[in-house]
Structure formats: C-alpha cells, structure tokens
C-alpha cells in the first residue's frame, strides 16, 4: 500500500496539476516580492560587491522564486525547499559577522543580510501551508547533507543544458498559459489542459534552473542535486498523464505550441535521466572518499577473515514504477502490469558478482560447490559432471561474473559478506527491487529504448560466452549488465503471472512454487526478447548453469 506521501503525488490519484490556494498564492507572492527586494539589493550594491562573493548564486536562487504562484502547489513546494536550505546555507557561509556600519553590505545584520532574512522568513512561512508529510517528502534525501563532491568535466554540458530547459521551460509555460486564457474566454474546457501544461513546464523549468545553480558551485552538495532531481522526477511523472491528451487540444491550442512542448519535454525527461546518473556517480565518489577517510577500501570490508574484495554498489531511492507489460507486449507471466511503491532506498551491486569476487569467498569459505553444470554445446543445453564455476566451457577472466552457481551458492555468498561486514545484512534483491533498478525511471522495453543491439549488451549473435562486467554503458542509474550477459537470481518464489496477492511494495514473494527461483534479464545465449526489463525466467535452486549469476543489495 503506498503511504501517504506518494499517493498525494502520484499522477495516477489526479489528472490535473492543483494551483495553489488563494491564501498560498497570496503568500507566494509575498515570497515574490522579497526575492524581487534582495535582487534590487544586490543589483544596487554591486560596485561594492567583491570578485570572491557568489552574487551570481545569490541571484539565481532569489530569481527562482519570482514566479511560483504561476506554477502548481506541487512545484512550489521543491522550489521553497531548496531555497530555503539554499539561503540559510548562503547566510551562514557568505555573510560576515561583524560591525555592520563597517560592512553595512556583507555584515550579519547589514542591508542585504537583512534582505535575506525577511525572504528566508516569508519562505519558511510559505512551507506552512504544506502538511508535514508533504514537507518531509520535499526534503527527503537519501545522502547525508554533509556529502559534497567535485563533478567532471561534463558538469558544464549538464549545466548548461539545465539553463536550456529552464528558458524554453519558462517562455513555453507563458504560452500555454495565453492559449488558456483565449481558450477560457470561449468557455472552452479544454482551456483547463493549457493551463495545466503551463503550471507544470513552469515547475521543471524552475527547478532545471535550481538545478544549474546547484551544479554551477566547483564543489556542490549531493543531497541538494538528490532532492532537485527528486522533484523533476515527480514533476515528469505527473506531466506524462496530462500530456497524453495533448493531440485532442492540439488543434485548438495550435499545432506548432504543442510540437514544440513534445520537443522540449522530451529533451527534459533525457536531462532528467542524465542528472540522475550524474547524481549516482557522485554518490559513489563520496562512498569511496567516505570509506578512504574511515581507513578503508571502497571494495573492501577490512575484515579480519582475510576478504578483500566486495561488489561495488550505489545507493538506489526510494519510488514507484509500473512493473510487467501491458496487454499485447511481452508474456503471460509478466502480466498484469500494476503499481510498485520502493519505501526505502538501499544499495545494489553496480554489476552482477564477478568470478574474482566469488573465488575470494571460496577461499575463504571452503564452500562446497557440487560439480557438474549445465553447458551450452553448439547444439543444445547438456549437463556435464567435469564444468563448474572454474570452468563454465569458455574463457573467463576475474571481472567476468560468475556462472555454474546455484540459488543456494548465491545465498550462500551474501551470508558470508554479512559476516565480514559485521553490520549490514546482504542478500539477493527482491524481484520487484531487480525490475525497478533495471528500468532505472524508464518505461520502454529496454532502459536504454524500444530495442537493443549488440553494441549495447553481451546476448544471442555477439558471443558464446559471457563479457567483462562494465564494458558496456550503464543504465541511466548506473547499473550494467542488466540486460544480457548472465540471468540473475533473485529471493522470490516462482508465482506464473501478477494476479492474486502480488506485491505492492519492494518485498519478497513467498508462497509460490517453492522448487522454482525467480531469474531476470537474459544472458549472453537469449534472444534481445528475453532481456527486457520485464522479461522473467525461472530455475531449480540447485540447478547451475554457464548462462546464470547474481547480483547482491543490501538495506539502509
């Protein structure tokens, strides 16, 4: 069941965008007015303003509050978050404490600090209209605040492709917003759908702009870029329902707006998803400075058993998707679609375990893995007592993942890491948790489109084998191999389709067919059919075969 938070978002429970209230509008305004106040204030002390002061910044973040009674309560909310813990953040880090006669621009208690203040209070009192739940939504993040990282030379494509948004986003929202109001005056309902447009590209343009002030400081916080981005998911999320009625108004609100509106929201959902993999890249380099700092490895546990190699793994949010495939696409059993609400974020291994990372276990272990595997000839699938994870019947270096291991060899690895680590409980993932990390946000077949090709993964006409972990491009959270290359298994019974009591939540399905164990995404023998992100297989949880592995997560 989807508590609280999510539903009041989700596009499926309201199929317009809510204006804020009168009382909030109003208020809005007045939020408005101060930011317009502390613009004037920086503009009219700029010849006192010195090089190393980010009045740019300051400016941007004042700028991004003109307008927020124009777009919806929804949107309102992330943009009052991020401004609030913007300008305190600001003041407490660019506003000197001293005599404010001396410094009457810079000082605590000086003209602009006190241009600051008076926004900072009429944002905060703005937040009250939301009810705790929304606010504690708004701010969620799944990084420490603390967490800050210097991006790549990409920040600035990223950036400036954000700015591109925010001015297409705002100049389109002025135009839809006219078109609503002709629409409106000809007691057209339709004008209902202009309108709705208009609040919503006004909400992604507004926190792309946000967006790019974040990403314009050298070193900006994660758990800010975490947040926005956040926001823009929700955001796209709800403008998908409203948009998909767009070519019954086309004709009225005009052809050429309404191409223009496909083209740019197209453009943000590819930003969206880009930021998003920015986002996760940055979360790993502050994982690996973290542990770097507490005296360790990112990949190692520094453990007294003698393990030192762990999956690299990145941090997955907390959300919600549609899981199977709708009627006529895909199979029986991976029907009927339905919703899935992820409540908690957790880590999931970047890649499926590598041969490396399972021998360091066997050695450590002494596991007892039972030979004989099941091995493709050339002609057809045969067990042979003599293959096994040494030797699956092709070459295999260390950063290949491990094949010939059974459910059990599997479960049996994520045990031994729980023990090395000594705190963390690791297991194989639920197979909600597998599809909603496959799709990474998206809805096509693939994470990566409608179809895919053998420069984008290991499966059916490229190799007789399997392909080092990484080679090919992530998907847009960051995960590889998630399609191709080795099935992967995962806790859940087999259930034959979705009816029934499937679940609703990122939890393990028991009570199904207890001799079989769920396997997603395809391998390097499957047809491009079966890697879709919805596609499932299913084996014995004794069997081994040269085409199956597993990938790890663990809770946070």
């Given at each position: ?317 907390a959300g919600g998707f549609i899981m199977g495939s709708p009627s006529g696409e895909g199979t029986p059993d991976e029907r009927p ?177 207890g001799t079989r164990r769920v396997l997603r995404g395809g391998s390097w023998f499957d047809p491009p059919e079966e890697l879709r ?24």
């Amino acid at each position: 069941m989807a508590d609280a938070r999510e539903k009041s978002l989700s596009p499926d429970d309201q199929t317009t965008s809510v204006a804020p209230s009168p009382r909030l509008a109003a208020e809005l305004d007045r939020v408005a007015a101060h930011a317009g106040d502390l613009i004037d204030e920086i503009r009219k002390t700029n010849f006192e303003i010195n090089n190393e002061f980010p009045k740019e910044r300051l400016l941007g973040i004042a700028g991004s509050l003109t307008h927020l009674s124009a777009g919806s309560e929804e949107g309102a909310l992330h943009a009052l978050e991020y401004a609030a813990n913007s300008l305190n953040n600001f003041r407490f880090s660019s506003m000197e404490i001293g005599d404010g006669d001396t410094m009457s621009h810079f000082a605590r208690g000086g003209r602009l600090d006190q241009a600051i203040g008076k926004l900072i209070s009429d944002v905060t009192t703005a937040k009250q209209f939301y009810s705790q739940n929304r606010l504690d939504a708004a701010g969620k993040s799944d990084i420490p605040d603390h967490a800050i990282a210097k991006l790549g030379a990409d920040q600035r494509n990223i950036a400036e492709e954000a700015q591109n948004i925010s001015d297409v986003g705002f100049d389109l929202a002025h135009r839809l917003r006219e078109s609503a109001a002709e629409l409106a005056e000809k007691r057209d309902s339709d004008g209902l759908i202009a309108d709705n447009l208009s609040r919503r590209t006004r909400d992604i343009a507004n926190l792309a702009n946000q967006q790019r002030i974040e990403l314009d400081n050298v070193r900006p916080q994660i758990a800010s870029l975490a947040k926005l981005h956040r926001g823009v998911r929700i955001i796209l999320r709800a403008m998908e329902l409203t948009s998909a009625i767009v070519e019954i108004t086309g004709r009225k609100i005009g052809h050429v707006l309404i191409a223009h509106f496909t083209e740019w929201f197209a453009r943000a959902q590819e930003w969206a998803r880009e930021t998003l993999a920015k986002i996760n890249e940055l979360i790993l380099r502050w994982q690996e400075e973290d542990d770097v700092a507490n005296g360790s490895q990112h990949r190692s546990f520094g453990s007294s058993t003698g393990f030192s190699v762990g999956p690299q793994m990145a941090i997955i949010p907390a959300g919600g998707f549609i899981m199977g495939s709708p009627s006529g696409e895909g199979t029986p059993d991976e029907r009927p679609a339905h919703k899935i609400i992820i409540e908690r974020p957790l880590k999931v291994g970047i890649a499926p375990v590598t041969r490396g990372e399972f021998a360091a276990f066997m050695k450590a272990t002494g596991h007892r893995v039972d030979e004989g595997a099941h091995v493709w000839t050339g002609h057809r699938w045969n067990y042979d007592p003599s293959k096994s994870w040494l030797d699956p019947g092709f070459d295999q270096a260390d950063d290949h993942p491990v094949v010939c291991v059974s459910w059990i060899d599997a479960k049996a690895y994520a045990a031994w890491l729980t023990k090395c680590s000594g705190f963390k409980t690791y297991r194989l993932l639920f197979e909600t948790e597998w599809e909603y990390c496959c799709r990474a946000g998206t809805t096509t077949s693939y994470s990566i489109g409608e179809t895919i090709t053998t420069e984008q993964a290991n499966f059916a006409g490229r190799a007789c084998g399997t392909t080092p972990i990484l080679r090919f491009r992530p998907n847009p959270w960051g995960f590889s191999d998630m399609h191709g290359n080795v099935w992967e298994w995962c806790e859940d019974d087999w259930h034959y389709n979705y009816s029934g009591d499937a679940p609703t939540t990122g939890s393990v399905w028991r009570d199904g067919d207890g001799t079989r164990r769920v396997l997603r995404g395809g391998s390097w023998f499957d047809p491009p059919e079966e890697l879709r992100s919805a596609s499932r297989n299913w084996e014995r949880p004794n069997i081994r075969f040269s085409n199956v592995g597993f990938r790890i997560a663990t809770d946070l």
